[in-house]
């Protein structure tokens, strides 16, 4: 729960409770969401290449250091 100090426990298993009894469609609409946004992210890799090399970078160094 550090990770997500705004949220407390009966939130997040309110949460989950809610993606389990509607699963088929909250995993339809984030399919749809991540489908139409990658055309958009497509043309920021492209306009922005160095600071898309730096997120990545940022990132790698985020999760090998929780490794």
């Known amino acids: 729960m550090d990770s997500w100090p ?3 426990l009966e939130q ?3 949460a ?3 993606y389990l ?4 469609s909250v995993d339809q609409y ?3 969401g991540k489908q139409e946004s990658l055309p958009l992210r497509q ?3 492209q306009a922005n290449p160095a600071l ?3 997120l990545e970078d940022a990132s790698r160094a985020v ?3 929780r490794a």
Do not use: M
């Open 52 to 54: 898309h090399a730096k």
């Open 21 to 24: 009894a509607n699963r088929d």
């Open 12 to 14: 997040v298993f309110g």
């Open 43 to 45: 043309q920021s890799l």
């Open 30 to 32: 984030l399919s749809e």
């Open 63 to 65: 999760y090998s250091s």
């Open 6 to 8: 705004a949220l407390n």
């Open 16 to 18: 989950l409770s809610f």
